[in-house]
């Protein structure tokens, strides 16, 4: 066992025994100092959100669970686990800049430890954590009983399947790039029991594989970051929306994640985005977090189609530059 294990065990971190399995095997491959940062976020941590109003006990709750689900869906030991997480961190630590697309996915995307890295993230890192619950809180929001929903960019499928869980008689299809992440989607919704109403394909969000107006809502968590034309995408989301329909967007803000090939600097410049494809900000906040190997800084924003949006465009289709309608005009 290690000295950082053998301490969190002494704390009342001891009962969450997944989380310190981990811990344990990480220190196995991590260098000393960031041992050290690990074991003063593990254990202040809980303090210093105590200050803050959090509940501690069940935020480390919530970790052991989300890790416990690692365990079982990845079929893999905590040592390989941070094995993988470990060869992550290396590489967001040795690449300062933002990586092209078609090199982070051969680097990143197409790796074993892509969907690893994206589940476990919501276990420990504070911005991961706020962007699951702006997400299920926002859709526990949303009153109507049958709704199809797209969560893009879906990495692990932990969102998608916290919104199935929410919403019981909602379907959602789950859109990534990554086949390794689609496959780890796909096994985590069958033990969350909610394979029923979920899809997945792979799939590239600057080209959406969906209808146009087809989808009530959108989810687009830490994914616009990743393409080179922001508004391409938001365009695309715009397209298979229907009118009235949502966007749940949250995306980092002066990032250097070398994964991410483009950043904002400022929440405004994603409201810029929107207007130019056609969508409206309905709520826009930008929260900072503090956590390992994250970018400090989120904006949490919804969007939606107008409806006016598209009665205007009906209304240009069917009325000619001298104001007489089309029928009228070919009669």
């Known amino acids: 066992m290690t000295w950082e294990a053998s301490l969190l065990r002494k704390t009342r971190l001891g009962v969450h025994h997944h989380c310190l399995a981990l811990v344990e095997a990480y220190a196995d491959f991590a260098p000393m100092w960031e041992r050290c940062c690990l074991l003063m976020y593990a254990g202040l941590g ?10 501690s006990n069940a935020m480390w709750g919530r970790a052991d669970q989300i890790i416990a689900d690692l365990f079982a869906v990845s079929r893999l030991s905590p040592r390989e686990i941070a094995s993988l997480l470990r060869h992550y961190i290396q590489i967001k630590f040795e690449d300062e800049e933002h990586l092209p697309l078609e090199e982070a996915r051969v680097r990143i995307y197409d790796q074993l430890f892509y969907p690893i890295v994206t589940h476990f993230t919501y276990a420990l890192q ?16 949303i009153n109507e009983e049958h709704l199809a929903f797209a969560d893009l960019g879906c990495g692990a499928g932990m969102m998608l399947c916290e919104v199935l869980l929410t919403k019981q008689t909602w379907t959602g299809q789950g859109l990534d790039i990554s086949p390794a992440a689609i496959r780890y989607a796909q096994d985590l919704a069958s033990h ?5 109403r979920a899809g997945f394909r792979t799939g590239d969000i600057a080209r959406l594989p969906f209808a146009a107006e087809s989808l009530d809502l959108l989810i687009a968590s830490e994914v616009v970051e990743h393409m080179p034309d922001p508004l391409q995408v938001i365009k695309e989301m ?8 949502r966007l749940l967007l949250t995306m980092p803000l002066e990032s250097h994640t070398p994964a991410h090939a483009h950043t904002l600097d400022q929440p405004d410049d994603f409201r810029s985005l929107c ?18 190997a994250d970018d400090n800084k989120h904006i949490f924003a919804v969007a939606f189609k107008p409806v006016w949006a598209n009665a205007r ?16 005009a070919f009669a």
């Open 238 to 245: 715009a397209r298979v929306l229907r009118p009235g329909g």
């Open 313 to 328: 465009a009906e209304d240009q289709l069917q009325t000619m530059p001298n104001g007489l309608s089309t029928t009228s």
């Open 275 to 292: 207007e130019s494809a056609g969508l409206s900000v309905e709520s826009l906040k930008a929260k900072w977090h503090f956590g390992y």
């Open 46 to 55: 809980p303090g210093v959100a105590r200050l803050f109003g959090a509940d």
């Open 192 to 196: 969350k029991g909610v394979a029923d």
């Open 126 to 141: 504070p911005s991961a954590a706020a962007r699951l619950k702006f997400v299920r809180e926002t859709v526990k929001a």
